[in-house]
């Protein structure tokens, strides 16, 4: 399922990710302290795509474990530089195709992900899978047709290598969220970065 253009892309970005999303750090804040209430010490949870580990590690201390993921083994190379906690995991995994279990995590959280995913539905579909009953989806992702229109930001990404496959305005993507088998509890704008983030929140249907 991984396309592979896009994973090279990020493999080859991963050293220089942390220090690139530095500028954006109130930003990131902004949506932890959103999501933070959503989480307890209770909760197993199961992060997609983490990156370098850039909420991995503000979010994984509220929580009873945290298996932070990403397709870009380079990725999770940078995270495992940055340090460690006891009830923190990284490893490889692709987000359309995992091996956890069915019903095993309480939570799931893919951040700004499924828009550059060329096929985000298989994610969804396995995301459904792992959450046990009623558990929780968090989805902050950048929501590009929300507000004023970003050309010519978009095209000097592109020139870089960045793809973007999926691009919503917020009600947009309520309606994808939805159309999986999710009821959207919350979703709040957080300005400031390359886009608005739609910092999404749902509850699994049983």
Known sequence: ???KSNKNFWDKFAKLYAPFMKKDE???DKVCEYICPYLDKNMEVLELACGSGQLSFSLSKHTKSWFATDFSEQMIIEAKKR????????ETADATALSYANEKFDCVLISNALHIMPNP???MKEIYRVLKASGILLAPTFLWKEG???KIKKILMSIFGFRMY???NKEQFKNFIEKYGF???EMRLVYGGLAPIGVMIAEKVS
């Open 121 to 123: 539905d298989y994610a």
């Open 26 to 28: 109130a930003v990131y």
């Open 183 to 185: 009821s959207v509890l």
């Open 166 to 168: 999926q691009e919503w």
């Open 1 to 3: 399922m991984i396309d």
């Open 83 to 90: 340090g460690q906690y006891d009830n923190l995991t990284f």
């Open 148 to 150: 004023k229109q970003r």
